[in-house]
């Protein structure tokens, strides 16, 4: 299944425009249920697409955010996606989202993991990013637990994942559980990036990020 490619000049042409597209996807899901859910990564890559996002002109109050992956980190750690969804994306027109973090007790991951196979919305949109190693989400190459955050058929919806060449355990939500999002929309910037998403387009066994394009995808690049 070939990916959608959109391609822009500037960072901040691709943020306008995945805004945009995610609040498209929103709005459609908003009118035909009355909710809509959004799942993002984190990392500081997508600021911009946050503070574009948080000025939308939807009815936040139906939206519910979560997050792709997350450190298992406290809240206010430097390194938490939370942090950052909380700073950047719920403030303005979209603070009146509903929040649902991954990682509420870092001492207690498992608690998290029972939660959240509930606790996780049905996602409308999941906004994907990608390491130059080939990883999403926290999905990394080599790492203990990556065959069940792949497996098509997993039975759960999020896994903890230990990256072998990153800081800090992960938890994230898996392959299967990205699957049923309505959207997948992948944001990558620069040259490298790009030639490691063009490898895994063709060669799905090469990264992790291969097994998202054999799903349909949406590709947002911008030098």
Known sequence: MSPIWHTFDTAAA??????????GWLQTAIERDGTAA????GGKSPIALFEALAQTDLDWSRVT?????????PAGHPDSNARLVREHLLVGRAAAARFVPLVTDPADPESDLERLEHALPKLTVAVLGMGEDGHTASLFPDAAGLAEGLAPDSRHRIIAITPPNAPHRRLTLTLAELAR????????AGQAKRAVATIAESDAQRYPVGAFFALPLTVYWSP
């Open 65 to 73: 955010v979560t997050l792709v992956d997350e450190r298992i980190v």
């Open 181 to 188: 999002a309505e959207a997948r929309l992948l944001a990558i």
């Open 14 to 23: 691709q943020a306008t425009a995945l805004a945009d597209a995610i609040a």
């Open 38 to 41: 959004l799942a993002v990564s």
